[in-house]
């Protein structure tokens, strides 16, 4: 297999954790970029599910090294509860992860001030997973983070002592909000010198020398394009660059060292948390179109967030924002999955372009605000009623179901290469 990076192209949950697992036996790494916790990647295999976080999707096969990338923030917490996940369940954890020394750390202080901030802004919260990402990343901009590396600094004490005074003064005098114990942030830093540090390695190193060595690599992604900093819908968006450029410098690598760009969407639209969404048609007040298809997907493509639980808002594929990422990440194929989420469907639409101010347009405006004034304008297919569940051949779907495709690679100028029918792995097709 050539060198790709996966990337989700719609606002997340597009079933990167399945493609990344069923790829990753045919490469010889699998190297996470950016993100935090708020990845919620699962994998499904026979009848045991496995929600992965922070560690890379390949995990789970033997021949398979995995990279944490300096891109990414680790939670110490939330990644050794993953890590004893996994050995409880016999992987080998510390046989095949490797996390970059220069990490930045998830400490509580972070998680306190997520989940203040969401808190004092009441109805205009963002709708952050409360995990502490945001801020962590803040503080890397902003010079103050704490890294993997830094667990051996001799200034660690006086770094750690500014922070909490700069945190516990918004804490308690803008936000309102009790103080954190420096003694919370000690447990922190003490279980990531004792499970973490022995793990910490210089990531681009190791990629250099496995790719000059003839190895295969995959360039995982967390989130979705449309959720990127600085491409996505801002300021609903996640606090790193989620899009294929994200990959080399969250890395350490270069762009002559990737091959191809795997865009995963929905055969439909989801979105978690607030902000814009044109082809809306149902959330969890219940709004839904006149012939239930956006119900029909929520339920049926079972649409709750495998990190946050929380439901999903549903609607139609929206060809304009998959057009968008396929042009800012240098798309050369699409992943399509759900399909069997459309099964029994009278009709299908597809989003082609936007009506704003009496003008089409086809592009994703960069306001929310017209975003959010724009009027889909659809095309509308007829639907099947056979299963597609489990195909595992293209002759296996629908004539309608194939027409469908068709229409998405001639209007997202972008061939589909592979199709997922089911959650699990064998439930593909590769075309």
Request: charge should be negative.
């Amino acid at each position: 297999m050539k060198n790709t990076i996966a990337i989700g192209i719609q606002w997340g949950d597009e079933g990167k954790g399945k493609i990344v697992d069923l790829l990753a036996p045919d490469v010889d790494v699998v190297a996470r970029f950016q993100g935090g916790p708020n990845a919620g990647h699962t994998l499904v295999i026979g009848d045991q599910k496995t929600v992965l976080n922070h560690i890379p999707s390949g995990i789970l096969h033997d021949n398979t090294l995995c990279l944490i990338g300096n891109g990414t923030v680790v939670d110490p917490f939330r990644l050794v509860e993953e890590m004893d996940m996994l050995l409880a369940a016999g992987i080998p954890v510390s046989e095949r992860l490797k996390i970059s020394e220069r990490c930045q750390l998830i400490l509580p202080y972070h998680r306190a001030l997520d989940a203040a901030r969401e808190v004092a802004k009441g109805k205009n919260k963002i709708g952050t997973t409360g995990k502490g990402i945001g801020p962590c990343y803040e503080d890397k901009t902003a010079r103050r983070g704490i890294r993997l590396v830094d667990l051996v600094s001799d200034d660690l004490d006086a770094r750690i002592d500014a922070n909490l005074e700069y945190v516990n003064f918004m804490m308690t005098s803008y936000l309102n909000a009790a103080p954190v114990e420096r003694a919370d942030v000690e447990r922190a830093l003490d279980l990531a010198r004792e499970r973490l540090l022995p793990l910490a390695a210089d990531v681009p190193l190791i990629l250099q020398r496995r790719i000059k060595a003839g190895d295969s690599v995959l360039y995982e992604g967390a989130q979705g394009s449309m959720l990127d900093v600085d491409h996505g819908t801002y300021p609903f968006v996640t606090s790193s660059n989620t899009v294929a450029g994200a990959a080399l410098a969250g890395l350490g690598v270069g762009p002559k060292q990737v091959d191809e760009v795997l865009g995963i969407c929905k055969a439909y639209t989801t979105r978690v948390g607030a902000g814009p969404f044109p082809t809306e048609l149902y959330n969890a007040e219940g709004m839904c179109d006149a012939e239930q298809a956006g119900k029909h997907m929520a339920e049926k493509g079972h649409e709750f967030g495998s990190t946050t639980g929380r439901p999903r808002r549903t609607g139609w594929f929206d060809a304009v924002v998959v057009q968008h990422a396929v042009r800012i990440n240098g798309v050369t194929g699409l992943a399509i999955t759900k399909l069997d989420v459309l099964d029994g469907l009278a009709e299908v639409k597809l989003c082609v372009a936007y009506e704003l101010d009496g003008e089409r347009i086809e592009s994703v405006p960069a306001c929310c605000k017209r975003l959010e004034a724009v009027t889909p304008v659809y095309e509308t297919l007829p639907g099947w009623n056979e299963s597609t569940f489990g195909a595992t051949a293209l002759d296996q779907l629908p004539a309608n179901a194939q027409a469908l495709l068709r229409r998405i690679e001639e209007v997202c100028d972008c061939p589909v290469t592979m199709l997922s029918t089911g959650p699990d792995r064998k439930h593909i097709i590769h075309l």
